[in-house]
């Protein structure tokens, strides 16, 4: 079983940063491949980025390659996703979610997810 738990949401004007944690419960948090995704008013969730359990492997949606950057500290159980150059369509709440292989986790399909946190983006 693992809980995860995000936090660093907030609201910030377009061009600043943020920085998500997801912090996880759990002895077989390494294993996990792990990811953020994000749901706006009025639209579906749809994926953000992943990181494979060692690390060593990310993805990004085109909407936000080269802006955000995702890592992971498994001595920790934690998981991060630097946000850079933030627009208001950025505007979301953000959740965690943990999978056990990268691939299924960018289609959605996932074991474990946070309870979710709000970025706001004002222009």
């Known amino acids: 079983q693992v809980q995860l738990v995000e936090s660093g949401g907030g609201m910030v004007q377009a061009g600043g940063s943020l920085r998500l944690s997801c912090a996880a419960s759990?002895?077989?948090?390494?294993?996990?491949?792990m990811g953020w995704f994000r749901q706006a008013p009025g639209k579906e969730r749809e994926f953000v980025s992943a990181?494979?359990?060692?690390?060593?492997?990310?993805l990004y949606a085109n909407s936000v390659k080269d802006r955000f950057t995702i890592s992971r500290d498994n001595a920790k159980n934690t998981v991060y996703l630097q946000m850079n150059s933030l627009k208001p369509e950025d505007t979301a709440v953000y959740y965690c979610?943990?999978?056990?292989?990268?691939?299924?986790?960018?289609?959605?399909?996932?074991?474990?997810w946070g309870q979710g946190t709000q970025v706001t983006v004002s222009s």
């Open positions: 979610a943990a999978s056990g292989r990268v691939g299924r986790l960018r289609e959605g399909v996932c074991d474990y």
């Open positions: 759990g002895r077989t948090f390494s294993t996990y491949a």
């Open positions: 990181i494979s359990w060692p690390g060593s492997s990310t």
